[in-house]
C-alpha cells in the first residue's frame, strides 16, 4: 500500500564533500542486478516528489494493483534540495530507489556516478511496452546525460513562452510581433494606449530560478553555452541585458522589478496589470479561468531575434533512478508509470504538462488546454536547457548580473556581461 512520509530537511552544505565519496562508493554501475524480483517478494520503492502536486491522483492505486508485489513510499523534496539530499542520503545508506530533481541539476550525480545505467532496462521496456516506450521518446531524451547514456526519463515540463494580451495589440491595431524588437516596439505602443498599465512584467528577484526566464531567453535570442556554461559575453547575453536595460529605462516594466517574482508577474497580467511576460506553461489554465485563449490573451512561442538562430530549451522533471536500489527492474517499472499516459493526463489536468506523446493528443487535454496545438511544433525541437555540475552556483552569479542590468539601465552591458562570464567561467573549472 502507498504510504507518504514526512518531509527531510534540507542538508547542510558543509556535509556535501563528505557525502560524495561514500555515495560513490555505495552506488551500483548498473551492469547487473536488473532481473526482476520474485513473485512473492514484498518490494517497497521510494519515491522522493519534488512537490506534492506530483503525487498522483489515486496515490499510486493503480501501479500498485497491476504490480501486486510493489509498494511506492514517498518523500517530498524540494528540486533544488534533491541533489544535496540525495549525497547525504545515501551516505547514510537511506537514498531513495527513484527521485525527480529538473534536468538542470542532476548532470553532477550522472558524473559522479550516483544514478543507475538504464541502458538494458530500456531495452526491456521497449520489448515489454513498444507502445509506451515510442510515447515516452522525448522524455528519454531529457533523461539522456551529455555522456549518452540514458539515467531516467523526463515526465513533466513547463516550457516558459512570452504571452501577451491579443485584446489590448487589437485595440491599438500592433500587429502580431515576429522579433524582440517588434515586441518591443509593441511595449512601446501599449505604453501610449494605456498609460496607467505595465506594459512588460519580468522577473527580477531572486526567489525563482534563473533557468525557467531569463536563460530561456537567452537561448532563444541565440544565446550559446560552452560545457552547460551560458556564454553570456557575446552578441545574445549582452542584447539581452540591454533589453531589459531598455524596458527599466524607457518605464516599460515595473518600477518594483527587482524584488518581482514569478508569482508578481503572472499576477499582474491575469489582472490587467500589464500587457506581457514570459509565464510558463503549466499557469495557462489559472490565466484561463480569467481570460479566454484567442480573445483575449495569446502565446508567442516563434519569437526570435534578428539574424539569430533560436533555441528553445527547458527543464523537465526527471524521474530517475537511483545507482545502489536494490530493485532497479521494480524501479524502472515506477519510472515508466511515471513518464506513461495514465500518470502524464492525470498530472496534465491538474498540474504540469506531460512529455508523453498520446497525452498530447488527448481529447480531454486538448479541450481544457486549447494552445497546446500551437506549441507542439516547437516543443518537437525543443532541447533539455544545458547544465553544468555547478549549475546552482553559475545561476548565482546570473542572478547577480541580471540584477545589476536592472538596477542600472545606463550601465554598459557589455562590461556586465564580460564580468559574469569571468566568474562562471572561473567556477566551471573548479
Request: charge should be negative; aromatic fraction near 10%.
Amino acid at each position: 500500500m502507498f504510504t507518504p512520509s514526512p518531509r527531510r530537511t534540507r542538508a547542510t552544505a558543509g556535509a556535501l564533500a563528505a557525502a560524495l565519496g561514500l555515495t560513490l562508493a555505495a552506488c551500483s554501475d548498473g551492469s547487473s542486478g536488473a532481473d526482476p524480483a520474485p513473485a512473492d517478494e514484498e518490494v517497497e520503492l521510494v519515491l522522493w516528489l519534488q512537490r506534492d502536486e506530483f503525487l498522483p491522483s489515486d496515490s499510486f492505486e493503480a501501479f500498485e494493483a497491476e504490480h501486486e508485489n510493489i509498494t511506492v513510499r514517498t518523500v517530498t523534496i524540494p528540486a533544488e534540495e534533491q541533489v544535496s539530499s540525495f549525497l547525504l542520503s545515501s551516505a547514510a545508506g537511506d537514498a531513495p530507489d527513484v527521485l525527480m530533481p529538473t534536468t538542470d541539476l542532476w548532470p553532477p550525480l550522472a558524473q559522479e556516478g550516483a544514478l543507475y545505467d538504464m541502458t538494458d532496462l530500456l531495452q526491456t521496456w521497449e520489448e515489454e511496452d513498444p507502445e509506451g516506450f515510442a510515447n515516452a521518446a522525448t522524455g528519454i531524451a531529457f533523461g539522456t546525460a551529455a555522456d549518452g547514456v540514458t539515467y531516467g526519463v523526463g515526465m513533466t515540463g513547463a516550457p516558459t513562452w512570452m504571452v501577451y494580451r491579443t485584446d489590448w495589440f487589437a485595440d491599438a491595431g500592433i500587429d502580431e510581433p515576429q522579433t524582440y524588437d517588434e515586441l518591443l516596439e509593441a511595449a512601446r505602443t501599449i505604453q501610449d494606449e494605456h498609460p496607467d498599465m505595465t506594459p512588460f512584467g519580468i522577473v527580477g528577484g531572486r526567489a525563482a530560478s534563473p533557468a525557467a526566464k531569463f536563460l530561456t531567453l537567452f537561448y532563444m535570442m541565440g544565446g550559446t553555452q560552452v560545457d552547460g556554461v551560458p556564454q553570456f559575453d557575446s552578441e545574445a547575453g549582452i542584447y539581452l541585458l540591454e533589453y531589459y536595460q531598455t524596458l527599466m529605462r524607457e518605464g516599460l516594466a515595473s518600477n518594483d522589478t527587482l524584488a518581482w517574482t514569478s508569482d508578481q508577474t503572472r499576477g499582474s497580467f491575469i489582472e490587467g496589470i500589464e500587457g506581457m511576460t514570459m509565464i510558463s506553461q503549466n499557469i495557462y489554465p489559472s490565466i484561463e479561468d480569467s481570460l479566454a485563449f484567442g480573445e483575449e490573451w495569446g502565446v508567442l512561442p516563434h519569437l526570435t531575434r534578428d539574424g539569430a538562430d533560436r533555441l528553445m530549451t527547458f527543464r523537465a522533471v526527471t524521474a530517475l533512478i537511483a545507482g545502489n536500489t536494490e530493485h532497479p527492474y521494480e524501479a524502472s517499472l515506477l519510472v515508466r508509470y511515471l513518464a506513461g499516459e495514465e500518470y502524464g493526463l492525470d498530472i496534465s489536468m491538474r498540474y504540469q504538462p506531460s512529455l508523453n506523446a498520446a497525452v498530447q493528443e488527448n481529447e480531454e487535454y486538448l479541450a481544457q488546454s486549447p494552445w497546446v496545438p500551437e506549441l507542439t511544433e516547437y516543443l518537437a525541437s525543443a532541447q533539455p536547457l544545458p547544465a553544468h555540475a555547478n549549475a546552482a552556483e553559475i545561476y548565482e552569479v546570473i542572478h547577480d548580473m541580471k540584477q545589476e542590468a536592472i538596477g542600472n539601465p545606463d550601465a554598459d552591458a557589455a562590461a556586465i556581461a564580460r564580468d559574469a562570464q569571468e566568474q562562471m567561467d572561473a567556477i566551471a573549472s573548479e
